[in-house]
């Protein structure tokens, strides 16, 4: 074997280019070994490394393996607008990869704040409101109703959800303590809850809220709840001892 030949790992090492994808090149035709050894075993010389090289350079702006292929065969120069328009639309893609990034870069701050001051995370509350905050980045815009309910800043939408947090799982050890949902504490769950969905509802009128309730758009693909049915009905008995209490209005 000539020490200017590389094997097939050889030229993954030197290239960053898994073998599964070299030989992918090699199946449709677009890099081919110059030589092989005995068994059968791919060997690449100097010309398959330039090669390779240009591929994974077009294939960087955004160009398909179909399209490089075509433009390494046919020519050596090309158009400056196509490289242009190609570069243009890598950029956009990604432009929009860093928004996403970012986005997600804030939400991991916005959790970490959530539960900054927990010892133990009910694993149940947080995929709760981590799937709350993937649903609303994906219909928020969709839906103008929504958006009133998402005014908030974003500290003041911070404030909001680690109250929830708390509240939810304040619910969660009074049911572990089987306490009476008539109780004091039960009832000043309740009060925190009606204080909570005040605010967050602030800026939403009746009508807002009544056709979200008939479109059921925050529930239609969302089956994750922070509470377990056991807690809901604690929750629901609770309420229904909240409001059964007159003096309170």
Not at 36 to 57: F, P
Not at 71 to 89: A, C, P
Not at 117 to 125: A, I
Not at 181 to 207: F, I, N, R, W, Y
Request: charged share 30%.
């Amino acid at each position: 074997m000539s020490k200017d030949k590389l094997t097939i790992g050889q030229l993954s090492q030197e290239t960053d280019v898994t073998i599964r994808t070299l030989r992918y090149y090699d199946k449709v035709g677009l890099l081919t070994p110059s030589d092989y050894k005995e068994g059968g075993h791919r060997l690449y010389g100097k010309d398959e490394l330039l090669r390779l090289q240009q591929i994974q350079s077009l294939k960087f702006i955004g160009f398909s393996l179909k399209d490089i292929s075509g433009m390494l065969e046919d020519t050596r120069w090309m158009d400056q607008d196509d490289l242009k328009q190609t570069i243009n639309v890598k950029r956009k893609e990604l432009k929009v990869q860093l928004e996403d990034i970012q986005q997600t870069i804030d939400q991991l701050d916005h959790m970490q704040t959530v539960i900054e001051d927990q010892w133990h995370v009910d694993l149940r509350v947080f995929c709760f409101m981590i799937n709350a905050i993937i649903w609303e980045e994906k219909h928020l815009n969709k839906h103008e109703n929504l958006q009133k309910f998402y005014h908030h800043s974003r500290r003041e939408r911070a404030n909001l959800d680690l109250r929830y947090f708390n509240l939810f799982t304040r619910i969660k050890h009074l049911v572990s303590l089987n306490t009476s949902p008539s109780s004091t504490q039960a009832q000043a769950c309740v009060e925190k809850l009606e204080t909570l969905t005040h605010e967050t509802m602030a800026g939403a009128t009746d009508k807002d809220i009544k056709q979200i309730n008939e479109q059921n758009l925050v529930n239609e693909y969302n089956v994750l709840h922070p509470l377990t049915n056991e807690e809901q009905k604690f929750l629901e008995y609770a309420m229904y001892y909240y409001y059964s209490d007159t003096t309170k209005f």
